[in-house]
């Protein structure tokens, strides 16, 4: 039986990886891959934004990546500053508006006030919203989300019977962001590395070959394309899917589940 296609996808996340890959095969330092990967980063918000995609969450740096050593953290730290600086009118611009994710606390001042200050000029974009993960963690956010819960049961303002998956990602850094639909990690590898755990959960995932400084608007092109020539079950059967409105389907599975 023919399937049509899936409409876009509302929310893509992209595990950017391959630039020291990337970097090492050319002869390069490490944060050359990074700064060349910075330019994939404008290739994926422009074209995310002109297919129409509505959430776009990047995963910029991870909880893990303050291991590396300090001058690539450094760079890092600086190429979200430029980012920061260089793209805002554009972003703006463009109605696009940047949220973070992750422990923030933890960048450094510059870095924290440069991304604080794209976070508030482009506030008001309404046609999309980019979300860096840094500093991110999916297992960090769940604790700490819980964390907060905890304090609430204690000082009495929440009944711990009252405790529920609504509340709990209530309280996550991610609770502004819808599900995630489509998960595409460049680089080769097949892992989500503590990458949205919870928002996940029914994503499609893709996993390129592509190093992240190769990542051309065509291969986000390509990536949708493949997405909404595939079937999501959700655990239900074909035909339960296709008598379906594709967009109706997470009601669908709510209302099987009872
Ligand atoms: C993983 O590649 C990538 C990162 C740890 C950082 C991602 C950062 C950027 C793409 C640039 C800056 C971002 C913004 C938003 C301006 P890796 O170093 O682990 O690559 P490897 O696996 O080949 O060593």
Redesign the pocket.
């Known amino acids: 039986m023919k399937t049509s296609p899936l409409p876009l996808p509302r929310h893509v996340a992209i595990i ?7 970097a090492k095969a050319r002869n390069l330092p ?1 944060i050359d ?2 700064a060349e ?2 330019k ?2 404008r290739h994926a918000v422009e074209t995310a934004s002109r297919i129409g995609i509505e959430y776009l969450t ?1 995963y ?3 909880a893990n ?1 303050w291991a590396r050593p300090s001058a690539e953290v450094e760079g ?1 730290m600086s ?2 500053v430029d ?1 920061a600086r260089t793209e805002c009118a554009e972003l703006r611009q463009n109605g696009i508006r940047v949220k973070v994710i992750g422990q923030t606390e933890r960048l450094p001042q510059y870095t924290k006030d440069a991304v604080n200050e794209l976070v508030s000029a482009t506030v008001a974009g309404e046609h999309m919203t980019l979300t ?1 993960a840094l500093s991110y963690g999916a297992r960090q956010d769940v604790l700490d989300a819980l964390g907060i819960l905890a304090a609430r049961v204690k000082d009495g303002s929440l009944d711990p019977s009252a405790i529920d998956e609504t509340q709990l990602r209530a309280a996550m850094t991610t609770h502004f962001l819808p599900d995630v639909d489509l998960l595409i990690r460049t ?1 080769g590898e097949s892992r989500i590395s503590d990458f949205l755990l919870l928002e996940a959960a029914y994503a499609e995932l893709l996993f390129l070959p592509t ?2 400084p190769e990542f051309k608007p065509e291969t986000l092109y390509a990536a949708i394309d493949h997405y909404r020539g595939i079937e999501r079950r959700y655990g239900l059967t074909s035909e339960q899917i296709q008598s379906a409105d594709s967009r109706t389907v997470p009601s669908l599975v709510r209302a099987a589940l009872g």
């Open positions: 950017m990886d391959g630039n020291g890959r990337w490490r891959g990074h990967g910075a994939s980063v990047l910029a740096f991870s990546n890092l190429l979200m980012f860096l680089g190093m992240w």
